[in-house]
């Protein structure tokens, strides 16, 4: 069993940054695809950003140039660098795991999820 810990939401106001980490004590970390996602009452989780175990990353065009997916495989820990945040980034981020090479962008690919942290953007 995989355990996904998500930690560092929060209140930010628009514009501002604010980093998520997600730890994975234990398990093969630096070999699965890590994700984020993020879901907003009444939608489905939406994808934000996957980072590969060689390092390869890709980003929904909503965050494209202001989200950063990192991962240190040493703390067993993948990170979410939001900057130039907008109140429609307001949700619960959850970190997944993909354990399959062939990992991408839709929710249902991801094996492991993470229990969600709230981000909440003011205007």
């Known amino acids: 069993q995989v355990q996904l810990v998500e930690s560092g939401g929060g209140l930010v106001q628009s514009g501002g940054s604010l980093e998520l980490s997600c730890a994975c004590p234990g398990g093969m970390f630096s070999t699965y695809t890590m994700g984020w996602f993020r879901q907003t009452p009444g939608k489905e989780r939406e994808f934000l950003a996957t980072i590969r175990w060689n390092g390869g990353t890709n980003y929904a065009g909503s965050v494209k140039g202001r989200f950063t997916i990192s991962r240190d495989n040493a703390k067993n820990t993948v990170y979410l660098q939001m900057n130039n945040t907008k109140p429609e980034d307001t949700g619960v981020y959850y970190c997944?795991?993909?354990?399959?090479?062939?990992?991408?962008?839709?929710?249902?690919?991801?094996?492991?999820w993470g229990q969600g942290t709230q981000v909440t953007v003011s205007s």
């Open positions: 997944a795991a993909g354990l399959a090479p062939a990992v991408g962008i839709t929710a249902r690919q991801y094996d492991y």
